[in-house]
T-cell receptor
Framework: AQRVTQPEKLLSVFKGAPVELKCNYS??????LFWYVQYSRQRLQLLLRHISRESIKGFTADLNKGETSFHLKKPFAQEEDSAMYYCALNSGGSNYKLTFGKGTLLTVNP | DAGVIQSPRHEVTEMGQEVTLRCKPI?????LFWYRQTMMRGLELLIYFNNNVPIDDSGMPEDRFSAKMPNASFSTLKIQPSEPRDSAVYFC?????????????FGEGSRLTVL
């Protein structure tokens, strides 16, 4: 069974500080990992996917298969980054089912 | 496109009543998903459809829950009878079949309160 764990329910940092949102997964195959974000009063939306190896809004995430982790990082947090962040896993191939973690609420203080 | 449209946005009902949540996916999307969000359990997949056919309903909590997709532009999630523990935000999401990249397009959610 696939499982996604986000150990921190709440994370609070100051503006300009580095931020790391942790995500660990459990899956025996080759998963696809994603980060989704939900800003206040907005829809849940895709932030980034590991296969793209892209940086979105200054965020990056590296898939570490050895540690089964996909932590989301940003070197300098901004107040507008305050949101709920969800890590998600897809078992790949033709499987369209996304399993989400419970989410981490990030608050960036001025 | 207005995106995925859900209704009602808010529903307050009493225990034992029937609740019907509605979803209109993005036109042309082949996949439709129903998720439930609670503080304790986060986002849970209830069921998903491909071309109007239910593919995986293993997340549906119990027989009180049912979902249908009579055509490509409409789906319902029904709870009968409702219970207080069903209180949650229910999200509908859709995604294209071809060229799938793992991106789901979510609606704004239906917040259900069962008293």
């Amino acid at each position: 069974a696939q499982r996604v764990t986000q150990p921190e329910k709440l994370l609070s940092v100051f503006k300009g500080a580095p931020v790391e949102l942790k995500c660990n997964y459990s899956y025996s195959g080759s998963p696809e990992l994603f980060w989704y974000v939900q800003y206040s009063r907005q829809r849940l939306q895709l932030l980034l996917r590991h296969i793209s190896r892209e940086s979105i809004k200054g965020f990056t995430a590296d898939l570490n298969k050895g540690e089964t982790s996909f932590h989301l990082k940003k070197p300098f947090a901004q107040e507008e980054d305050s949101a709920m962040y969800y890590c998600a896993l897809n078992s790949g191939g033709s499987n369209y089912k996304l399993t989400f973690g419970k989410g981490t609420l990030l608050t960036v203080n001025p | 496109d207005a995106g995925v449209i859900q209704s009602p946005r808010h529903e307050v009902t009493e225990m034992g009543q029937e609740v019907t949540l509605r979803c209109k996916p993005i036109s042309g999307h082949d996949y439709l998903f129903w998720y439930r969000q609670t503080m304790m359990r986060g986002l849970e997949l209830l069921i998903y459809f491909n071309n109007n056919v239910p593919i995986d309903d293993s997340g549906m909590p119990e027989d009180r829950f049912s979902a249908k997709m009579p055509n490509a532009s409409f789906s319902t999630l029904k709870i009968q009878p409702s219970e207080p523990r069903d209180s949650a935000v229910y999200f509908c999401a859709s995604s294209p079949g071809q060229g799938y990249t793992g991106e789901l397009f979510f609606g704004e959610g239906s917040r259900l309160t069962v008293l």
